[in-house]
């Protein structure tokens, strides 16, 4: 049973256009979100995070928005870049408990 | 600032065997998580360590055990390997655990034939 999902295995976007990437959960309890980037060959790095008690959180070019009724968060990567090209996995925790990984979207950001 | 360090890098075993990764967090961090990752299966998570207690686990069999030193070093051990035990293993470091971001290391990639 995933709690956490991210159903587009794959995303492919044309340089400088917004890249958006989503990611649902089904624990209510969750109230801590991160995104993590990871290259290949190389561990996750942490990108952005955003608390349940927030419905947005921006950083530079990388925006999340949260949507607890629907139990939704997205990452918008604004404009888009070839480095951006990596795996991004949506994480959750529910009050300092363990963290829970979507399975990843691999996103393709086309020169 | 010295990162995540794992070893050994990538790993090759029979199955029945046993193995030990190894994890060096982030000096000062006493927070070590392991995880699991598949192709489709993203990262699994295998447990917490911190302050040399295990705080929290996945669902995982007892195969898979780990521990981890007054130092903050974790190591992780498999017994009795599988061929579906086959994946990249990453540790993550972190101050305090899970509400706080974690670095993660560069994996150990292991295989089971």
């Known amino acids: 049973d995933q709690q956490v999902k991210q159903n587009s295995p794959s995303l492919s976007v044309q340089e400088g256009r917004i890249s958006i990437l989503n990611c649902d959960y089904t624990?209510?309890?969750?109230?801590?979100f991160l995104w993590y980037k990871k290259y290949p060959a190389e561990g996750p790095t942490f990108l952005i995070s955003?608390?349940?008690?927030?419905d947005k959180n921006e950083d530079g070019r990388f925006t999340v928005f949260l949507n607890k009724s629907a139990k939704h968060l997205s990452l918008h990567i604004v404009p888009s870049q070839p480095g951006d090209s990596a795996v991004y996995f949506c994480?959750?925790?529910?009050?300092?408990?363990?963290?829970?990984f979507g399975p990843g979207t691999s996103l393709s950001v086309i020169p | 600032k010295a990162g995540v360090t794992q070893t050994p890098r990538y790993l090759i075993k029979t199955r029945g065997q046993q193995v030990t990764l190894s994890c060096s967090p982030i000096?000062?961090?006493?927070?070590v998580s392991w995880y699991q990752q598949t192709p489709g299966q993203g990262l699994q998570f295998l447990f917490e360590?911190?302050?040399?207690?295990?705080?929290n686990k996945g669902n995982f069999p007892g195969r898979f055990s780990g521990r981890q030193f007054s130092n903050s070093r974790s190591e992780m051990n498999v017994s009795t390997l599988e061929l579906g035990d086959s994946a990249l293993y990453l540790c993550?470091?972190?101050?305090?655990?899970?509400?706080?971001?974690?670095?993660f290391g560069q994996g150990t990639r292991l295989t089971v034939v």
């Open positions: 993550a470091s972190s101050p305090q655990g899970a509400g706080t971001e974690a670095f």
């Open positions: 624990n209510s309890m969750f109230d801590y």
């Open positions: 955003i608390s349940s008690i927030k």
């Open positions: 994480a959750a925790i529910a009050s300092y408990d363990k963290v829970i």
């Open positions: 000096s000062g961090h006493r927070s």
């Open positions: 360590y911190f302050s040399e207690t295990q705080r």
